[in-house]
């Protein structure tokens, strides 16, 4: 070793192959105290002085702070006005301090003189892309003072020190985020994990639920329990905020609903005291949009409260129109219910749908900043409200997306669908009613021929089919005039058949099955045109069967379907 | 849509859906036709039994003279209804291209 011998850019040699060893115990991962300890020892050996520190500067607030010290004690902060140290870090230069006792701007409060015996100084700056980072302080060299060679090699050392304080520091700050990320990650999974992982089934009933998380944010949640053969509570919930909250909020939520339902609260009361216990636990600004209701599979009714959640959808299969229900009430969690309002009823009829729907769907934004919209939700149920719910469910998210066009999800999307089926029951079942007017019949041509196109059935079907229900239909006006409820139509089919129910309400007894028969090898002198019909209808269906119960006609027919 | 007119030849052209809705419009027409035609029933998408009754009701009032409408161009589903109300022994029936 030639402590004498100095290198190409000025430094003598033993000084960079210090710096290059600090530099190489820096590479290996450390705590950011140690870096900073590793850092003073490094500048202490490599510039012979009696101690050395190092000064973090913090740009939130300003200050520079030194930790390091013993255990229990609070870090020491200064302010940029105070001594050499404040003077470093302002002007971003070296300063050198030959003798500190001759020194004005010296302050032995923050210049490191604890027991005021410091007697030289160096103080240099650590800077990163003209970004303050700290101050490297040593004090008191074995050679009486810093000299401009000592004042080089700091300098150097403080270029590489920077670049591992950074390192740590954004090490720290990914490290914290992805902690948090994880926790996002573990509410979402609680939050999920409320979720119901299969239908109800219920007679005459279809339902689908879903809930999409967006990356961060939102609360969603839906519930849908049932209370016995006949009831089931549906819940769809909404908590603002970003973050972690409102997904604890929402599971809060689901959590206190079930034990109540355990307990056999009833509808006000749970919607009560949900409410007064999220005032209770919910942050001032924090708030959940909730529905609550319970659906009577026997009345078809749902009686429901909508604390700010809306706009429900109600959709009616008799006119295929689309009704918009406004929230009943404020958000939960705003303030206590002096008195609970009894609550709002949807009457659902065969073919009608019930949507709770969040935000996050009518609210979802395509790249122009228009608006999914009610009128989104109304379109594709236009054209899919036959199907079965998790199929339109499927339609509708897709139609969001695609509406979305890589626009990012901004909140959750919850969509919960209700649907009253028809007479008959099954996925493969439309039904619709329609006027006694022969003016329906037009429209009942169209229903039978979108049913057949649309399942791909044989084509042929169409006319023999909608001859026997015109028959059936007009048949029904013509005994039973007086009756001034519609007439339902229903279309089924499996692989082997097609399956037609047509219903009249409110009428008089009049089997077809019975129907006189009548005899078309006559000549026609003796035909009349009455009785044609009926005797046509016997011959082109397949079966044909009549039942008559609650002053109800239901007259059911199929076609068989050739293979293939 | 159910359309009845008077082709080049005279004959009767029924075309479209002759359904209850339609048949008073197609009796109208029928009571204006004093003799026997052919009706052509090649643009008659659908027939329903009350469109039966028109022909049926047009038919009597014409074998009072001796001779019945002449049926042409059916479809085969209207021809399968035809034959399921026994009209191949009242009308006389020509097939499409017959």
Redesign the interface.
Known sequence: MHPATTTSVGLRAEALLQILEVTRKLAAPFELAEVLAEIGEAARSVLRGERATVWLFEPEQGVLVLTGGPPGIPPIRANLSQGVLGLTARSRQVINVPDCKLEPLFDPAVDLDVDNDVRCMLSVPLVERAQLVGVLQVVDSENGVFTMEDERVAETLATQCVVFIQRERMSRSLAQAEKLDREIKLAREIQMSTLPSEMPRLADYDMAGQFCPADQTGGDTFDLVPLDERRLFLLLGDASGHGIGPALSATQMTGMLRVALRLGADLDAIFAQVNNQLVEDLPEEHFVTAFFGVLDTVTHTVDYHAAGQGPLLHFQAATGACRWLSPTTFPLGFMKFPEVDPPHQIELAPGDILGLITDGVFECENPAGTMFGTEGVEQVLRSRHEGSMSDLLARMLQAVHVFADGHPQGDDITIVLLARRGETAGRTTIQRYFPRSLDSLEGIFRFVGDFISARSLDAELHMPVCFIIEELFTNFMKYNAESTHDISLSLGHTPEQLTVRITAFDVDSFDVTHAPTVDTTKPLSERQAGGLGLHLVQQMADTLQYEYAERRSTITFTKLLEAG | MFEIRLGEQGEIIMTG?L???QCDKALQFMDGIPAPRVVDLVGL??????G??VL??T??RM?ASGQGLRLINANK??R??FK???FE??FEIVPAGG
Do not use: C, N, T
């Open positions: 859906r359904d209850a809705a998408d659908y027939v329903s039994s009350a039966l009754g049926l009701k038919q009597k074998m589903h209207i399968d209804i399921y109300a026994g022994r009242i």
